[in-house]
Structures are given as C-alpha cells and as structure tokens.
RNA sequence: GCCUGAGUGGCGGAAUAGGUAGACGCACAGGACUUAAAAUCCUGCGAGAUUCAACCCUCGUGUCGGUUCAAGUCCGACCUUAGGCACCA
C-alpha cells in the first residue's frame, strides 16, 4: 500500500504553505462560485455524509481550476442552534467555548481529508461580525413592512414553562417531562414571505434546479386558482366570503363550513340559537393536536349553526352553515361552500349529517359519488351541457363578476415565516418595544446589538427567552423618543444565519456593507449550489425569499441567489437504516482515513453508487477502492517514454476522458470512476505505458484523489501542480473504434456475434450475419421475412 | 389520501432518442507465488437443463397485461419501499 499518511499530509501542508485554493477578486478572469451547505459544528464531529455531500462539488471545483476558471469554493459554520444551547445547559460551560472547540475540531476533519476550500474565507454565523448583518438584514424587512408582529399558537408545556417545536411536542406530550402540551397565544415575529410567493414562484423558470427540486418548492408555494364568491346570509345585512378552486360546481352548493374560529360566529352571537354548542366545539377543537387532526381525517365532526342560513348567489337557493375542523382560519377566507357531489371531504361530511347531494357534472363510467373528475355539467341552468373544466369555470368567473357577486383569485399554502425562539443561542432580534412608540428598531449604527454573557441558559419562565432575565439587557432607553423601554428577548431561528451566508462569502471581511456591490456583481450568482433534499423547501426558499427582497432594495445585483441545485442521496448503514447513534451504525470519517487515508473515502463515497440517490456503507467495497488507488501508485513502475502506443489504447484514452468528464459534469461519479478504473486495467495489460498516457489518468483522477495525484506529478518530474494544470482534452476522431463487435438476432434472440468495420454499409454487414454460424443454423428450412439492420448496433432476421 | 423517487446476480450498482442485460467494484471458488500466511497476479462466477468437455438450448431486470422485428427502457393496471405534503376548499 502506497505510503497514503506522509503522502497525504505532505500536500496538504503545500496547499496551505501557498494558498492553492484563494479565490482572486480578479474581475478580469471568468469565474466558477461552487457552494456547498455549510455545516452544523455539532459535538459528534463530522459525519461520512457531510464527507459525500462535500466531495460532490470539491470534483467540480478542482475540475474547474483545471479549466482556468477562478474558483471561490468556500465553507463556514451555521453554529448557532439549539444542541449546542442544549449542551451548555447540561454542561454549564458557555456556547461560545462549545462553539470554537467543535468549529476547531471541524476544521481540523475538513482539511485532513483535503478540501480545497479557500480558509481565508471561512465563516461563522455567532461571530458578531457576522450576525450584525444578519440583524441589518432584518432591520430592513422591518423597515418595509417585512417583519411584523403577531399573535399565534404556540405549544407550550405548563410544567416546564418553555414553548416547544412541534418536534419537541410530538402526540402532544412535552419531550422532557411527558406532560400535556397546551395550546398558548403569544406575540412572535413573522416575516412577510408570503409577499413574495408569486416571485419565489416566478423565479424557479430561470433557474437549473433538479426537477424534483422544483416541485418540492412549487408544492410547498401551493399556489392555486379560484374565485371568492360571497353568500348573503338570510334576513340579515351580513356576508360570507368563501374561496373555491370549483366555481363550476356552485350550482351543486348544499351547504356551508366555517373555520370553529370564523368571526362569523361571534359577530352573530345574538341571533344564533345554539351558542352553547358551538362554543363547545370550538374549545374540543382547538385542543386536538395536530397529531389527532390528521389521525381523524375521516370521521369529520362539526357542528349545525341554528338561526342563520346562507343564500346561494347563483340559484336563490337556502342552504345551512355548519362549523367544522375541516375548514381552517389560516386558508383562503376561513369558509367554503360544500359540494358534496365533487368533493371527498364534503361527500363525508353530508352523509354523516344527512345533507342532500346534488351532482352537477356527469360521473362519464357510472354514477359513483363523490366524482372528482371533468365532464360534462348538469343541474346547472345556464352551464348544462358544457364542459367543467374547458368552460363552465371561465362562463361561472364572468357571470359572479357581472353580478358583482365575486371574483377570480389566487391562494398560496405558503404560511408566513415565523421567526423567532425562545432561546439564548441565536442572534438576538434587534427592536426595542417603547409603550409610546411601539416597536421601534434599534438604529443601524448600534449594530451588532450583541448577544450578552449570561450563566444561566436554561430557558426562562412563563416561556420567555432566558435573555428576558438580564436586567442589564432588557432595560434600555427607546430610540425614538427617549423613555425607558423594554428590549425584545426572543432570538432569531436558525435559519436566520443561513439565509445569506453565500454572500458574506464573497466579501467575507467587510466592515462597512453586507458585501461590496462590485464583488457581488463579479461572483453572483452561485452557480452551483449542492445540499441535502431535506433543506430544498425551508432553507432555500427562506434564502431565495431574503435575496429577492435585497435585490429589490438594491443590495444584489441578480434576482435569484443560486443558478444551479442539486442535491446528494444520504449514506445509509451499514444495514441498511439510516445512520444513528441509536442504532450503532455510525461510520467515523477520521476512521476510515485512519486505515485507507484520504484518497480513499474521498472516491469511495464517490463510487458506492449512484450520487443523488441513498446508499448503504460497506466496509468491504472500501477495499476494492483502496487497491484501485494501489494500482495507480504502482503504475509508476512501468513508465517507458521509447515504446509508443496502440491505437486501441488511443481510442480507450480518447473515450475516457469523454466519458469521465461527461459523468463528473452530470454528478455521475460513480461511472466516470469506474472508468478510470477500465483504463487503469487498460494500462495494467500492456509492458509500459508513456508519462503522457499516464498524465492523462492523473489529471482525470486529481478532483477525486488529489494528494496521491500531486505526489505522482512530483515524481513525473513536473513542476507546476496537478491543480494549476489543464482538464485534458479528447480528439472526436478518436473515440470511435475501426472494428466492432455487433449482436445478430433470429426473431429477437441474439444468436452469433460478428466483427465488422465501423459504418460498415448495410448490405456487408447483413451478408455477413447471415453466414455466421450459428446463425445459420436457425435460419435453415425456415422463410426470411425481414432483416433489419440498425448501423453499429444490431442485425436482426425474422424469420417464419 | 396526494405528489416524487426507487425495485436488475450473494452484495453496491452499470446499461434508457428501445438494439448483445449484469460494465466497474465487493464477496465467493480454483490456481500461481510463499516454508506458511498476508499482499499481489491469473481464471471462473444470474438460474436451469444437457454434455467427458465445449458449443448449443430454456428461463431471467417487482407483478399482470399491451405496443414492437426487438422492451430493464415505451403504454395501461397493480404490488413493495423510501422521502415530501397533508382536512389547502
């Protein structure tokens, strides 16, 4: 085995020695900006998976140096977050400390399996540098309108006194003392992200994300399209505004459902003859969890309102209100019309509560109810006969319209962002709450409003931040006018911090703007971006969100963050599972460089399968990777400049470097590997080879195994590194061999093989099959019919 | 319930403008080298039938149908599995 330590740790001191991977602000050259999802520094260290999500785009980087691009390929730490905060509790040792220990261990793993990240730009989201942006940032949206405050629910546990992630609350038990979790209304923050769902939505047309990646984000938007209609409510001077995607179905409306907290309901108090009963429904109804809600999906409950009817705007019909769960405040207008016939949900709810059921479309195989299909309309005066979806929805638009009874609109799933916790370890939100003026933002020239040195972590009571218990911080003068006034105590979310660390990147140091307009310029956008599939929607929309308000504020120059994204497939266990503490299947990276060295987990995560797709570990495969790096070490051994080569290894050459630069390019790593592994038993089966042939499998391997690539270089007698040298190139005339080995089919069965020059024509190639051998033999006593020819691929005869 | 992927040897996985299924690697078996082992090198390796042996033959890419000279690949219906969303009107 090739000396892979003294190898490994020689180069690696070279690269930082000189600085071999420093992005240039140098505007003149054509630039590559790869990015990768910067790590949690947890205390566990590094993770294999971080290993494979990194070396996907360390491939393309190094390839790209090789191009003559100017790279920035950068890394940093999102450290703030709760298992930190959550170790400093334990612990008592501050998260600050915990923070640059696990920041320092995780540089130390990065950089012994030989990233060519550039160190002079590393990153830290808790540095106060860093985080005085992050709250300009916020003080921005607040300034536009963007970040506003709110009432909601929150989980909330009364024994341990701390609000709780849904995570935390799961079966609505509290995680760390299994109480009943309630249900509690607090103020918090929002960002208005929802302002800007029709961009997000807009802005995924001009960018190269994986398809799968698109649709995640497109359904978590949810944009649909409908029409608000409104119902007169009987003998009153009062409305109901309901949202339907089905307008074409109004004539098929036998009732109505209205959100438990609909302020329909109070506002008619008076007139509604069982309040009693609807009052205790509402209280049933906001103690389900989520967990019951989707548990009970099918047995719908709700409540008759008694006293007030609503009037069907296009029949005069009068049909009844129910409340129910199955309507949320939090959607469209917090009502809906109910159509029974097409639509599951209302199908359920009428036939536990007897209610009619009108079809309005015909069901075109049987009468089956409810039909959720397109088709003809029925029952529908002036729509019968048409068809629901091609018409009767734009004629249903246009007739509420003319009679002023409602109009076409959009709906969006998309929530607003809500952006604060109740915990010490985040960046703390830069307002200040006056009694005269309101919130008021603490000004620009103040920031960074630093987090202060506190002892006690643990949260403080009645769910308050623990931040809530420093007097020192929470006392302060209000900007505006003067008095004294009380400073906000929640936290940003970790998302906060990785909303735009891609452009801090850039300008890492600057102490004067978030990051230079002419560095922006030059480096934006990203034009890769790879991470994991579970941060697709959340994180990256939540960036993609702060970016297009920054463009619009004129802080960056380009309107979407990221060019390109992919996404890796995690490495699973051994077993099979996902990786665990719990289970005990966890491989250590350090371990794995320990035995086989850098080089080796680098291109076996690479090669165990498929990139994008999740893949089990297995120590045993490592090995074939391990000899295969051996092979090319030993290679050395057989240089010989004199003998020249054949023109079958220069067709092999020619292909590979076609295939292995087309696979790295489309992140099929795995083949482009074992290609390289082809040609290395190519070079394995000839006396010698040439130091060009052998430069050739160097350079094609560097971005995979780049400390035995150097080495090997150096003993070549080169100069200049691997990674300032050029991708090789391949000849199109030289990828095509003379003679080929093509298939001949009796009837569809491959029968015989037979040898003929490339581009052959037609009627040798069929003589030819027709007299191999065993061909014949299949073809005696029968009728030829037909024999089909396909150029260099395949001779089939059908015979009878 | 809806939306996405994925189902191929003992294992990880190759091969899709339809064209020799199983590249490459692992494991396993036999051989060479060695006093021996490790390492390395060579050979074999989907299943079955047949044969002294080879050729040859049959079957085979989750299941059932279909289109085609030809289907892992296209179409229809389903099954299993992973992930995402979830009473979104």
Redesign the pocket.
């Known amino acids: 085995?090739y000396n892979f330590r003294k190898i490994e740790e020689k180069w690696q001191n070279y690269w930082k020695e000189h600085e071999t991977f420093k992005a240039e602000d140098d505007f003149s050259k054509k630039k590559f900006y790869g990015l990768v999802e910067f790590p949690y520094p947890s205390g566990s260290g590094m993770h294999v998976g971080h290993i494979k999500a990194y070396s996907g785009l360390e491939v393309i980087a190094r390839k790209r140096r090789m191009e003559g691009y100017n790279v920035l390929f950068p890394i940093g730490f999102d450290a703030f977050g709760l298992p930190t905060e959550n170790y400093a509790i334990k612990t008592n040792i501050h998260p600050r400390i915990v923070t640059d220990n696990n920041i320092k261990n995780f540089t130390n793993q990065l950089k012994r399996v030989g990233f060519s990240f550039d160190y002079e730009r590393v990153i830290d989201t808790t540095d106060e540098n860093y985080y005085k942006w992050t709250q300009w940032i916020f003080l921005k949206l607040f300034e536009h309108g963007l970040a506003f405050r709110d009432k909601t629910l929150v989980n909330y546990c009364p024994s341990c006194k701390v609000v709780l992630s849904n995570e935390d609350s799961q079966g609505g038990k509290c995680d760390i003392c299994h109480s009943d979790v309630i249900q509690k209304e607090k103020d918090v923050w929002y960002l208005r992200i929802t302002e800007y769902a029709e961009k997000l939505l807009e802005g995924l047309k001009d960018v190269d994300y994986l398809?799968?990646i698109k649709?995640?984000q497109e359904?978590?938007i949810?944009k649909?399209t409908?029409a608000f209609v409104n119902f007169e409510i009987e003998g009153i001077n009062d409305k109901l505004k309901?949202?339907?995607?089905?307008p074409d179905t109004l004539f098929g409306v036998t009732f109505m459902v209205i959100?438990p907290e609909h302020p329909l309901i109070d506002k008619n108090k008076d007139i509604i003859e069982n309040m009693d009963e609807i009052y205790k429904y509402r209280e049933v109804a906001s103690k389900?969890t989520e967990f019951e809600?989707?548990e009970?999906?099918k047995d719908?409950?709700g409540v008759l309102i008694k006293g007030i009817k609503a009037i069907n705007p296009v029949n005069g019909k009068s049909v009844p209100i129910y409340t129910s769960?199955?309507?949320?405040?939090?959607?469209?207008?917090?009502?809906?019309?109910a159509?029974p016939a097409h639509?599951?949900?209302?199908y359920?709810f009428a036939k536990k509560f007897n209610i009619d059921i009108i079809p309005v479309i015909k069901n075109p195989s049987d009468d089956t109810l409810p039909y959720v299909g397109d088709g003809v309309m029925i029952n529908s005066d002036f729509l019968d006969g048409i068809n629901n979806k091609k018409d009767a929805i734009k004629k249903m638009i246009e007739f509420l319209k003319e009679k002023g009874i409602g109009e076409a609109a959009t709906?969006y799933?998309m929530k607003d962002w809500a952006f604060n916790r109740q915990r010490y370890w985040g960046e703390p939100i830069p307002i200040v709450h006056c009694k005269h003026c309101g919130n008021v933002a603490v000004p620009y020239e103040e920031l960074p409003l630093k987090l202060p040195k506190i002892d006690n972590f643990a949260p403080g009571t009645d769910g308050e931040s623990p931040l809530a218990k420093i007097d020192s911080f929470v006392n302060c003068k209000c900007p505006k006018c003067g008095r004294d006034a009380k400073r906000e105590t929640d936290t940003m979310p970790q998302w906060a911090g990785s909303s735009w660390y891609y452009l801090r990147y850039i300008d890492p140091h600057n102490d004067k703007e978030l990051a230079s307009m002419d560095k922006l310029k030059y480096w934006l956008p990203v034009d890769w971006y790879n991470g994991g599939?579970?941060h697709v929607?959340r994180h990256v929309i939540y960036s993609r969100f702060w970016h297009h308000f920054l463009y619009d504020i004129g802080v960056v120059p380009t309107k979407e963050p990221y060019s390109k994204r992919t996404a890796q497939g995690l490495i699973l266990g051994p077993d099979?599972d996902?990786m665990s503490k719990s289970k005990g299947n966890v491989v250590d990276p350090n371990e794995v460089v320990d035995v086989y060295g850098a080089d080796v987990l680098r291109t076996y995560v690479l090669?165990?399968?498929?990139y994008a797709?999740?893949?089990?570990w297995?120590d045993?495969?490592i090995?074939?990777?391990?000899?295969?790096l051996?092979?090319v070490y030993n290679l050395k051994d057989k240089l010989n400049d004199k003998e020249g080569y054949t023109k079958e290894l220069e067709v092999i050459i020619n292909k590979t470097i076609k295939k292995v630069s087309e696979d790295y390019e489309s992140m099929?790593y795995?083949?482009g590997?074992?290609e390289l592994?082809?040609l290395v038993?190519s070079y394995?089966?000839i006396n010698s080879i040439t130091k060009d042939d052998y430069m050739i499998l160097i350079k094609l391997l560097h971005p995979v195994a780049p400390h035995i690539t150097e080495e090997l270089n150096e003993i070549l007698g080169n100069t200049k590194l691997v990674e300032n040298s050029s991708w090789p190139k391949y000849d199109d005339s030289k990828v095509v061999d003379d003679v080929?080995?093509?298939?001949v089919?009796v009837?569809?069965?491959?029968?015989?093989?037979i040898k003929v020059r490339t581009d052959e024509n037609k009627e040798v190639v069929e003589n030819e099959a027709m007299s191999a051998n065993?061909v014949k033999?299949?073809l005696e006593g029968k009728e030829i019919v037909?024999v089909?020819v396909?150029p260099n691929?395949?001779v089939?005869i059908?015979v009878k």
């Open positions: 085995m398809p799968k649709l995640q359904n978590w949810g649909s409908g309901i949202y339907t995607t089905r959100a389900k809600r989707i009970l999906v719908k409950t769960d199955y309507v949320m405040m939090g959607y469209g207008t917090g009502a809906i019309m159509v639509d599951g949900r209302d359920d709906q799933k599939m579970e929607t099979g996902k090669f165990m399968g498929d797709l999740d893949c089990p297995n045993n495969a090995k074939g990777v391990s000899r295969f051996d092979k099929k795995n083949t590997i074992s592994m082809k038993n394995m089966d080929i080995v093509i298939a089919q009837n569809g069965k491959v029968r015989d093989t065993n033999k299949h037909k089909i396909v691929k395949i089939n059908v």
